[in-house]
Every structure is written in C-alpha cells, then in structure tokens.
C-alpha cells in the first residue's frame, strides 16, 4: 500500500543535503568569521561608543540581516522633556474637529433662526400669523352670538 493511505501520498519526498555542500558552506562561514573577527577588533572600542548613541532595539529572527525599507512603520522615538512644546497648540482629531465644526453651524442655525431668516422660521410665522388671524375671528364670532343673545 502507497504511503498516505488509500488516496496516495500527497506532498514531496525527502531531500538530503550533499555532505559536501554542507562542508563547503562551513569553510565559507568560518573565512567570513575570521575575515570579520579581525576588522571588529581594531574598531571595538568606537563602536562601543556609537552603540550607546544610537539604542537600536535588538532584531528578532531575519530582521538583522535583511534590511527592510517600509515607509509606513514608523520608530517609536522618546522625546525628551526639554523637547516638548507646551506652547504648540493641540492638534485636534477628525472626530473632535467635526464635533466642533458641527456645534457651530448649529448656533448659527439657531440664531439665523431667531432673526427669522430660515425658511423653517418664516413659515413657523406664517403658520402663526393664520392661526392668529383665525383665533381673531373667532372671538369676533364670540362677540357677535353674545351680543346677539343679550339683545333677545
């Protein structure tokens, strides 16, 4: 029966690495180690005192070999007390600029509307000035059936 049950075997085979890639691959690394042991040591000391400058933080996995350009990540760097601006003015959110931007316009609808100058205001007052004009004759209706009584 095929590896992998009655479907069959899915997926590649094993591959071994040549004995004698991996001896040459070894003789690479140790020349690279030995090569870069000998130019550190002359420099060791101003890179201790570059090292303390920059901080970087410790790389994990690939990172430290490969260099990665990526626009939108952006470092977190600490400012300094004597840095900060106290002065500047805060820069508002979109949400907080709206919220203000929309409380605004409210008053200014409000007091437009006050003055009588929106179209809901006038035809608030016309619908005022008819339910006036109504009320006015109706009293005069009033007046005149009581005046028509006492007269009888």
């Known amino acids: 029966m095929p590896r992998g049950g009655k479907k069959g075997h899915k ?3 094993k591959q071994f690495s040549n004995p004698e890639e991996i001896d040459r691959q070894m003789r690479a690394q140790k020349e690279l180690e030995e090569n870069g042991g000998a130019e550190r040591g002359s420099s060791s000391e101003s890179e201790e005192e570059t090292s303390s ?4 933080p410790k790389r994990k996995g ?11 990540r952006v470092s977190q760097k600490s400012k300094k007390v004597v840095e900060i601006d106290v002065n500047a003015p805060k820069e508002l959110s979109r949400r907080e600029r709206e919220e203000i931007e929309k409380q605004k316009a409210k ?3 409000m007091k437009l509307h006050l003055e009588g100058k929106t179209e ?13 004009k109504q009320r006015e004759d109706a009293a005069k209706k009033r007046e005149e059936l009581r005046k028509g009584e006492l007269g009888f």
């Open 11 to 13: 997926g590649r085979g």
């Open 53 to 56: 400058d920059d901080e970087q």
């Open 62 to 72: 690939v990172e430290g070999l490969i260099e990665i350009e990526n626009p939108n």
């Open 120 to 132: 809901q205001a006038r035809a608030d007052l016309a619908r005022l000035a008819i339910i006036k």
């Open 107 to 109: 008053e200014r609808y």
